[in-house]
């Protein structure tokens, strides 16, 4: 498999990373990975035979240190080559209009080449049209890594309960708000304080107001509703409340009754209606998403014939985040 990489972030460091420590792992499973290119804005690096990943890893942040490191290499130059079946595109969620990945996904896709990709921006705002370039093009677009990263919400929802009708869908998909509403809960900390463990700990990204507002889990519960239930909402149909507003006293008083403060995302099957939303909820013990506690996350589906099925766990962190990147690389070979 021959890859190009764009971007050059956190993610993409420990992709390649990963791609080193299972080298052997992979090679019994019958990949043999090359990157080809590995691209940032300013310019990028091109080998036809494979980079040497070894010494990209020891560059750190100076990849244009590289001796092939050159300003003119860009998407462009991957089309023009035609040289990788697979791009893995990790650049920053841009939710007003996708870019760039969006521009980088179509171009890829249209030139018949797979997408494995983390970046959530494109997929909400354009999955249904990124789906049929691909289908019209015969390749691959999967997006496991957009909807809870390690946590395998996409892969459970059109394997495991495949045959069976979705109902219900209800999910705790943000480890940073997970994270604040245990702390208050467990140690009695108001809002700020909680906050700034969370930032302390780099568990909240520098850009957290995505998280604790509600955003990233709405972006989340869309991109699984518009690719399982085949729906096709934006964020304006998405009722979105976060937990900036959550008091110490209000948990407390909920604490007293044996209930747990969590912000869910909730898709809800109505006479052929979809409702969404995503709340700050109390919720008790008989809740499928009680004992989701800290960093971890949980999706359950409520299904006709199969019941409740609930997935929860799956570590957070730009290392599992590229682990699900290399899930999905996987999945693209195994399953055809």
Same mark, same amino acid.
């Given at each position: ?8 972030? #956190? ?33 990028? !690096? ?13 560059? %750190? ?10 300003? %003119?290499?860009?998407?462009?130059? !991957? !089309? ?13 969620? &841009?939710?007003? *209009? %996708? ?53 395998? @919400? ?8 495949? /045959? ?10 943000? /480890? ?9 809960? =467990?140690? *009695? ?17 520098? &850009? ?22 085949? @729906?096709?909402?934006?964020? =304006? ?12 006293? $209000?948990?407390? =008083? ?5 209930? $747990? ?19 700050? =909820?109390?919720?008790?013990? &008989? ?6 506690? #800290? ?23 730009? $290392? ?17």
């Amino acid at each position: 498999m021959d890859i190009g990489l764009i971007e050059y972030g #956190g993610v993409a460091k420990e992709f390649i990373s990963l791609l080193l420590d299972k080298e052997n792992y992979l090679e019994k499973l019958g990949f043999k990975i090359k990157v080809k290119y590995i691209i940032r804005s300013s310019g990028g !690096i091109y080998v036809e035979e494979g980079i040497n990943l070894k010494e990209i890893i020891s560059l %750190g942040d100076k990849l244009n240190y590289h001796s092939k490191f050159r300003e %003119g290499i860009n998407i462009e130059t !991957i !089309i023009k080559n035609k040289d990788v079946d697979t791009l893995v595109e990790l650049t920053n969620t &841009n939710l007003e *209009n %996708g870019e760039p990945g969006l521009s980088h996904i179509k171009k890829a896709l249209e030139n018949k080449i797979n997408i494995v990709t983390g970046n959530k921006g494109p997929i909400v705002l354009k999955y249904k049209e990124l789906k049929e370039i691909a289908y019209k093009n015969n390749v691959k677009l999967l997006i496991g890594c957009t909807t809870g990263g390690a946590l395998p @919400t996409l892969n459970a929802g059109t394997y495991d309960i495949a /045959g069976a009708e979705v109902l219900k869908i209800e999910g705790i998909l943000n /480890g940073t708000s997970n994270y604040i509403l245990t702390e208050m809960y =467990e140690n *009695n900390l108001n809002y700020k304080i909680a906050l700034e463990k969370a930032i302390e700990e780099k568990i909240a990204e520098k &850009n957290y107001s995505y998280d604790v507002e509600g955003y990233d889990t709405a972006s989340k519960m869309l991109i699984i509703s518009n690719a399982l239930l085949d @729906t096709n909402l934006t964020l =304006e149909d998405i009722e979105i409340e976060g937990i900036t507003k959550i008091t110490r006293e $209000r948990i407390l =008083e909920e604490k007293l009754k044996g209930n $747990r403060p969590k912000l869910i995302g909730t898709i809800i099957k109505k006479n052929n209606k979809i409702e969404a939303k995503v709340k700050l =909820e109390f919720i008790d013990k &008989n809740h499928k998403l009680y004992f989701i506690d #800290g960093k971890d996350k949980g999706i359950c589906y409520y299904t006709d014939t199969l019941g409740e099925i609930l997935i929860a766990g799956g570590a957070s962190g730009t $290392r599992n985040a590229a682990a699900s990147v290399l899930r999905d690389i996987v999945n693209m070979g195994i399953i055809r």
